[in-house]
DNA sequence: TAGATTAGTTTATTTTATAAACCAAATTAT
DNA sequence: ATAATTTGGTTTATAAAATAAACTAATCTA
């Protein structure tokens, strides 16, 4: 196989984002996400929530100082999957 | 800057894998790169010519053995390009 | 208590990707 | 000779994805 298949789920640069991101730092808040990716708040919870159909991340609600805050954490399964999208990437690249 | 903006011509599967194909081949038929990326022929034509819109690559349309041919040929913007995307990626895989 | 802020979600719009239909010429089969 | 099929595509229509805009609900601040 010449070119081998990128999940369509992590060839999307905002959800590659996510998912980078909490690989290296296991869990993280909503807005601290938004931050580093610069994503929009609409963007990012419809991305998010993609990730998450797909089990890729774990989200948790929850309060935090009286405000809502919006936890999430890779699983298994998608560190799985973003180990295999970069080897995928790899069949591109050389 | 955490994240780099992956130039969205090239975040494509089937444009990606063209750029690669056209870069290590130089030169390729329509329908070699056909085969090789398994793409339907419909969509090739579409994201051939957006590669061709954006300067990327040249086409050029001519006749062999009595069939239409139609020839992909890599530019040194589409090098510049594919050489950027890829340093751009690498701030999402470490 | 009116206005602004936080932390999001939902809905609408735009953009992409893909599939289906089509075209023109060439070849093959009848 | 002509009907059907194949080659090499393009164009148009549909489905899916990304993004933006609008909205919700509670809190904080002047």
């Known amino acids: 196989m010449e070119f081998k298949e990128l999940d369509p789920l992590l060839?999307?640069?905002?959800?590659?984002?996510?998912?980078?991101?909490?690989?290296?730092?296991k869990?993280?808040?909503f807005t601290f996400i938004k931050e580093k990716?610069?994503?929009?708040?609409?963007?990012?919870?419809?991305?998010?929530n993609k990730l998450k159909e797909a089990g890729y991340v774990e989200i948790t609600k929850q309060f935090k100082d009286n405000y809502p805050q919006t936890l999430c954490k890779i699983t298994?399964?998608?560190?799985?999957?973003?180990?295999?999208?970069?080897k995928a990437l790899q069949s591109y690249l050389k």
Do not use: D, P
């Not at 060839?11 to 730092?25: D, F, N, P």
């Not at 990716?37 to 998010?48: C, D, E, H, P």
């Open 11 to 25: 060839h999307s640069q905002l959800r590659l984002a996510v998912v980078s991101l909490l690989i290296s730092v």
């Open 37 to 48: 990716t610069n994503a929009t708040a609409g963007n990012l919870s419809v991305q998010i």
């Open 27 to 29: 869990e993280a808040e």
């Open 76 to 86: 298994a399964k998608g560190i799985e999957a973003f180990e295999q999208y970069v």
